[in-house]
């Protein structure tokens, strides 16, 4: 589990940007449009991949194999399946597909998108992640979600039938919830799992329709007392259920892990495609540490379309990830993970071991504190500081770091 990611390969995230209805609680690039055009959003997908690698083989990029693909959105359950196979089709031509890569997609659980579930099995995807975020028919409703408890169910059922690995979300720390109508939520979860789980808290996002809910007094969220006591009992439930949490609200049997994730928190390089999505790309210029790229893609879909078919690779921003980013990003993200980072993932990307670049003084304190522990070969945020991992995060991240 607690291997590097393998600089010889790189993931690709392809987004898909519509979705049936915006959910009040999401800050996504999820777009609700009449009608979209399958054949010119495969054009454009494709046009997409085949012109960044072109642009990153320029830059150094190399001969590298692609190691999980992964379809997100919005709802990539309403692409057609034979939408989902021509982009998994594409980026094997333009790249080595290694050997059992993963590739998933997100899915919704309404019975139409849920019928798609063989077709995309068929297309090459290997791991459904199914968007249930509650077994309980009042907080379906609560968060603007157009299935019910029992579509949810037989979505679950059916990726069971077509997917050896599948996973669902759940959204708790929902207005009035008591631990104890959580416990037994969480305990139906469990019987219809097979190895991974994701529980997010119900956050607020600025610019969702919660957002201006919740300030105007509409609803409000449990205190952090509660809020603490929710996450206990998800942390105490699943690790008696053999489904430990593995990143801060990830929860998988050993081995059962999102792969294409893991890449993220252990800030792996990945090619991001479609509206709004990024990318990072660590490209080789003859330096010890390479030359980091982060990519952002035009976030509108119709102007990221138009872009396509005017020729461009839909990229907006394609700038370079300075040695502090690097460092930054790297700790934000692995400390995340139970695993944390290992220290030679510190020198591949800055050079320096962390206690070389991260503020020594908030290192001690925090380890002292019981938040942070460093091994000879691992940093790692112990339990305690990965429930309150920004304030953290402002105690060990320098203001200068040496470039
Ligand atoms: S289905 Fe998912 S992406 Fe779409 S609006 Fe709801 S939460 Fe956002």
């Keep these: 589990m607690s291997l590097p990611p393998d600089p010889r390969s790189f993931g690709v995230y392809v987004h898909w940007p519509f979705c049936r209805s915006k959910c009040p609680y999401c800050d996504f690039n999820s777009h609700v449009r009449d009608k979209i055009e399958a054949d010119a959003w495969e054009h454009g997908l494709t046009a997409s991949l085949t012109r960044q690698k072109a642009r990153f083989d320029a830059e150094g990029l190399g001969n590298r194999s692609v190691s999980s693909i992964f379809f997100g959105g919005g709802t990539p359950s309403l692409m057609p399946p034979r939408l989902v196979g021509s982009v998994i089709d594409t980026i094997a031509r333009l790249w080595p597909l290694a050997a059992g890569a993963e590739i998933s997609l997100e899915a919704n659980p309404t019975s139409a998108e849920a019928e798609n579930f063989a077709g995309y099995a068929s297309a090459g995807v290997n791991r459904l992640s199914i968007g249930v975020q509650a077994l309980e028919k009042n907080a379906l ?18 990726a069971a039938k077509h997917f050896q690995r599948f996973s669902f979300d759940l959204i708790y720390a929902r207005p ?8 037994a939520e969480l305990r139906q979860a469990l019987d219809l799992a097979v190895g991974h789980l994701s529980l997010y808290q119900l956050t607020i996002e600025p610019g969702t329709a919660f957002y201006g809910a919740h300030a105007r007094g509409d609803f409000a969220l449990p205190d952090d007392a509660l809020a603490g006591d929710l996450y206990e009992a998800t942390q105490a439930l699943l690790t008696a259920a053999g489904l430990p949490a593995y990143e801060i609200s990830n929860h998988a049997k050993p081995g059962q ?39 952002r893609a035009q976030k509108v879909p119709e102007t990221w379309l138009a872009a396509l078919e005017a020729g461009e690779d839909g990229l907006t921003e394609v700038d370079p990830v300075a040695v502090p980013d690097r460092l930054t990003e ?4 692995g400390l995340r993970l139970a695993e ?9 990307e800055t050079g320096l071991r962390p206690d070389a670049s991260l503020d020594a003084a908030g290192l001690s304190r925090m380890i002292e504190g019981g938040f942070l522990a460093q091994t000879d070969t691992h940093l790692t945020a112990t339990a305690a500081g990965r429930q309150r991992l920004n304030a953290l995060l402002t105690q060990i991240l320098p203001e200068d770091v040496p470039a």
């Design 330 to 333: 790297l700790t934000m993200m």
């Design 176 to 183: 009035g919830q008591s631990v104890a109508a959580w416990e």
């Design 141 to 158: 409703g609560f968060l603007g979600r157009t299935h019910d408890p029992d579509e949810a169910r037989r979505a679950i059922a059916l």
């Design 257 to 295: 892990e999102s792969r294409h994730n893991l890449l993220y928190w252990r800030y792996g390089d990945y090619l991001g495609v479609g509206p709004g999505a990024h990318g990072r790309l660590t490209l080789d210029d003859g330096t010890p540490l390479g030359h980091k790229l982060a990519t």
């Design 340 to 348: 944390g980072v290992p220290l030679a993932r510190y020198l591949r």
